[in-house]
Antibody, heavy 121, light 108 residues
Framework: EVQLVESGGGLVQPGRSLRLSCAVS????????MHWVRQAPGKGLEWVSGISWDSGSIDYADSVRGRFTISRDGGKNSLYLQMNSLRPEDTALYYC??????????????WGQGTLVSVSS | SSELTQDPAVSVALGQTVRITCQGDSLRNNYATWYQQKPGQAPVLVISAKNNRPSGIPDRFSGSSSGNTASLTITAVQAEDEADYYC???????????FGGGTRLSVL
């Protein structure tokens, strides 16, 4: 059974940093690209970032580029999102999602339950 | 434009057919993928690559595309189909991923 479990969310002040983690199981992590997608309270889905199987291809939404860094560790079957210079508009539920392929496609076939990030003073 | 546009809300009577659309320039060259999200739950993939359904998704869900518009059609709508539906694809440059704003489907 494929499982993705996010952690690391919480309440943080504007300008501070937070690191999200996503522990996966039930599939060969090294074979697939991965993504972070967020959803602000009461709002729609927003793609945040994606990373290919070998970390050779990485992409970010314009809204987070330069502030967020995506990475992965095959030895730990984990995906990460380092979030710096956080803003109130970054407040959202952050989902980890598995890509159906090894490069960045639009087909996200498994999702975690999300971890909530709140940015407020 | 790099946006994907969806109607915010659509309603349909139980047992009828509904079409949910997603418009964007990028859809002329890229397929849309469709996701269903029920309240308090993570999104679920329902249609990919124009009209491919993952296992476990009922065959009343289907996808199609024409020009700059992708469509998700649900035939013989059931009460459990009431949810938010999102399309995603790439931006007009064919690179960055993006989601449509979502359509809330109400089943009457």
């Amino acid at each position: 059974e494929v499982q993705l479990v996010e952690s690391g969310g919480g309440l943080v002040q504007p300008g501070r940093s937070l690191r999200l983690s996503c522990a996966v199981s039930g599939f060969t992590f090294d074979d697939y690209a991965m993504h972070w997608v967020r959803q602000a309270p009461g709002k729609g889905l927003e793609w945040v970032s994606g990373i290919s199987w070998d970390s050779g291809s990485i992409d970010y939404a314009d809204s987070v580029r330069g502030r967020f860094t995506i990475s992965r560790d095959g030895g730990k079957n984990s995906l990460y999102l380092q979030m710096n210079s956080l803003r109130p508009e970054d407040t959202a539920l952050y989902y980890c999602a598995k890509d159906s392929g090894d490069t960045l496609t639009t087909k996200l076939d498994y999702w975690g339950q999300g971890t909530l990030v709140s940015v407020s003073s | 434009s790099s946006e994907l546009t969806q109607d915010p809300a659509v309603s349909v009577a139980l047992g009828q057919t509904v079409r949910i659309t997603c418009q964007g320039d990028s859809l002329r060259n890229n397929y849309a993928t469709w996701y269903q999200q029920k309240p308090g739950q993570a999104p679920v993939l329902v249609i990919s690559a124009k009209n491919n359904r993952p296992s476990g998704i009922p065959d009343r869900f289907s996808g199609s595309s024409s020009g700059n518009t992708a469509s998700l059609t649900i035939t013989a709508v059931q009460a459990e189909d009431e949810a938010d539906y999102y399309c995603n694809s790439r931006d007009s440059r064919g690179y960055h991923l993006l989601f449509g704003g979502g359509t809330r489907l109400s089943v009457l």
